[in-house]
């Protein structure tokens, strides 16, 4: 999903323009990242967890010639998913190991059913 299907949906559900939708989506993004940036951690309940963590100096090898390079330190963004999100992953996976024993015992009707309608999530086709 983009960017713009994000603003499309938000705008869809709770009426706003989606010139305005796009402005107030780019500003919770800005406000993300300017959080980041200044505390290395942002919380966000239901959701998940963002943060700055520190990647320690390395040696590795270039894959291509083989030859040793010393690799800098950096610093990455992490996320850890809120409890919700796991929850509603591991629904995904559950329905996908079912239809996968489904379709091996030739039940066709249960292997065809979009994923995740079961769990009441739609699909990105903007249906049901």
């Known amino acids: 999903m983009t960017k713009k299907e994000i603003v499309r ?11 305005k939708t796009k402005e107030i989506v780019q500003k919770t993004f800005d406000a993300i990242v300017r959080t ?3 505390e290395r951690r ?3 309940r ?6 700055v963590k520190r990647r320690a100096p390395r040696k590795a090898r270039n894959p291509r010639t083989g030859d040793k390079v010393f690799v800098p330190e950096k610093f990455v963004v992490t ?16 329905q996908a190991a ?12 249960a292997a ?3 994923l995740g309608t079961a769990a009441g999530y739609r699909s990105n086709t903007g249906g049901p």
Do not use: C, H, W, Y
Not at 9 to 19: A, D, P, R
Not at 46 to 51: I, K, R, T
Not at 98 to 109: H, K, M, V
């Open 98 to 109: 079912l239809r996968a024993r489904a379709a091996t015992a030739g039940d066709a009707s």
């Open 112 to 114: 065809s059913e979009p």
């Open 42 to 44: 942002i919380e966000l």
């Open 79 to 94: 996320f850890k998913p809120g409890k919700e999100m796991e929850k509603k992953v591991r629904e995904l996976e559950r």
């Open 36 to 38: 980041l940036v200044e």
């Open 9 to 19: 949906t938000i705008s869809e559900e709770i009426g706003l323009t989606q010139l």
């Open 46 to 51: 239901n959701f998940g967890v963002f943060e």
